[in-house]
């Protein structure tokens, strides 16, 4: 099973992907009830961030799903994304050519946030990337959340983004130069923003 | 009424099926669950036997009201040597009974051999079905007994307390899985290290655990993942008053598919019951004493949905 943080939205709602309207209603009902700041099921192993975390999550989830139209987009960016890694696990054993990264995503600072946006695009779960580049998950994690300050030194940073973009086909370099201006910048900020 | 019998030996099975009912606390009704299922599954045509496996306070023969000539102290400490003389038969036909020891302080706390001798010989008995009724807490015997059977059954009442204790006994049962498989030293050494959760590695769930000893040896992650797989706890509430206690086994279904990574079972719960105690009081068994009591009832349902390895559906209780 994966990390609730990898899970696609029906995952996170625990129903099938044909369920239906009722399904789907009762299924949300539970998973308030289930994680909500009042529940005694959960808060003995999620802490308050993480809760919060999968709430939000489960509210996202919600909203698409019981939306036709958003659910049917949703349903078919899900099928994509599920023929893309068939496809790029083909590939890759064959040493297929690079896929060209979004230009606009290239152009100076790039977040972590632009980085996870665009890896879902190339439906990889995060899970995949730490298992084949040996990062620790929750590095990989706080890349991508612009969490900076449990992020480990710099010279090791580089090395995990540089890895991260590669094993997606991106252009490495210019995917750490982005990141790093944006790190780079936080650390500037840092003394005063707390 | 009491009689050593030696009825089941030499009898072949074809199946063998070995439960354990374990959760942490003392009071969840592990006993109750134990001896309840053992007669619910006679009635079913299955020949069963009861093992009180809380060597320290065993009661399981109370809650059947049988007097035991023997007990499992005398075994452990190898006055009998064959498992098969320390079986006690109930007045219920098809049902035997292991009493757990009593008199002995040191019994609670057997040494490792005598823990595999006595795990082997149980398993070796021909019954249909046999129950391993555990102790309160999360010592290495009640892990040992709970990870010997084929299905873990988790006892669990609608308080805090108690679900804490059922998450922590899931945890060290499961953590005590990994370090049983890693051969590795150093995996064994950051098992360790995990169990306690302010450990300075950040590994805070077992998917942590996971990757961090993938990242070390990556064949020892790979069988930590299947094991986590194979790990299919099942989850039974007790002392249910209100329809939001009847979705806790749901809601609980779902922290730990999120947190450990495993998928637990909602096998059933178990109505709040004035007969419950009114049988206890007798020392009866409650399905022979009220049998059409609603708490007689949910045990049926849920004993049927044990066998069938089947869950609780939301829809059943939502529509109600």
Same mark, same amino acid.
């Given at each position: 099973m994966k990390r609730f943080s990898d899970q696609n939205y029906y995952e996170i709602l625990e129903i099938p992907y044909g369920a239906t309207w009722g399904e789907i209603q009762k299924a949300y009902e539970l998973a308030k009830k289930t994680y909500g700041s009042d529940s005694i099921a959960s808060y003995s192993l999620f802490d308050q961030g993480d809760r919060a975390l999968i709430f939000k999550k489960i509210e996202e989830a919600y909203q698409t799903l019981i939306d036709q139209e958003k659910r049917r987009k949703y349903d078919e960016a899900l099928a994509e994304v599920v023929e893309e890694v068939a496809q790029r696990l083909a590939s890759s054993a064959q040493e297929a050519p690079a896929a060209p990264p979004p230009a606009e995503a290239l152009s100076g600072e790039i977040t972590g946030k632009t980085l996870k946006g665009m890896r879902e695009r190339q439906g990889v779960s995060l899970q995949e990337i730490a298992d084949r580049t040996r990062i620790n998950l929750t590095y990989l994690l706080s890349i991508e959340e612009d969490n900076f300050r449990t992020l480990p030194a710099e010279v090791y940073l580089r090395s995990y983004i540089h890895q991260y973009a590669k094993m997606l086909q991106w252009d490495s370099n210019k995917i750490l130069e982005g990141y790093l201006k944006t790190y780079q910048r936080w650390q500037k900020e840092k003394p005063s923003s707390t | 009424m009491t009689e050593n019998i030696g009825l089941f030996s030499g009898l072949q099975t074809p199946k063998k099926e070995i439960w354990a009912v374990g959760g942490g606390k003392g009071g969840t009704g592990k006993s109750f669950l134990s001896a309840n299922l053992g007669i619910a599954l006679t009635r079913m045509g299955k020949r069963v036997l009861l093992v009180d496996a809380d060597l320290g306070c065993a009661n399981l023969h109370t809650c059947l009201g049988v007097t035991p000539a023997a007990t499992l102290s005398d075994f452990i400490q190898g006055k009998? *040597? %064959?498992?098969?003389?320390?079986l006690t038969q109930t007045e219920t036909p098809n049902l035997a009974l292991i009493s757990g020891a009593q008199?002995?302080?040191?019994i609670a706390n057997p040494k490792h051999s005598q823990k595999m001798r006595l795990i082997r010989q149980i398993h070796e008995l021909s019954f249909d079905y046999i129950i391993l009724d555990l102790g309160a807490g999360t010592s290495f015997t009640n892990l040992d007994f709970f990870l010997s059977a084929d299905t873990g059954i988790l006892s669990v009442i609608p308080e805090p307390t108690s679900i804490e204790n059922v998450y922590r006994f899931i945890k060290s049962a499961f953590y005590r899985r990994f370090k049983k498989i890693a051969r590795d030293p150093d995996v064994k050494e950051m098992i360790t290290l995990a169990?306690?959760?302010? %450990?300075? *590695?950040?590994? *805070?769930?077992p998917h942590d655990l996971i990757d961090q000893v993938a990242s070390m040896n990556e064949k020892a992650g790979q069988k930590l993942k299947e094991a986590v797989y194979t790990f299919a706890p099942k989850i039974v509430v007790n002392q249910v008053r209100s329809k939001d206690d009847m979705t806790l086994g749901f809601s609980m279904r779902s922290s730990c598919g999120k947190y450990f990574g495993i998928k637990v079972d909602y096998a059933g719960y178990i109505e709040y019951d004035d007969h419950v105690w009114q049988a206890t009081k007798k020392k009866r068994p409650l399905l022979l004493e009220f049998p059409y009591s609603s708490a007689a009832r949910c045990l049926e349902r849920t004993v049927s949905n044990l066998i069938k390895n089947e869950e609780l559906k939301l829809n059943s209780i939502v529509n109600q």
């Open positions: - | 009998i *040597r %064959n498992i098969e003389s320390v008199d002995y302080l040191e169990m306690d959760e302010k %450990n300075q *590695r950040g590994i *805070r769930t």
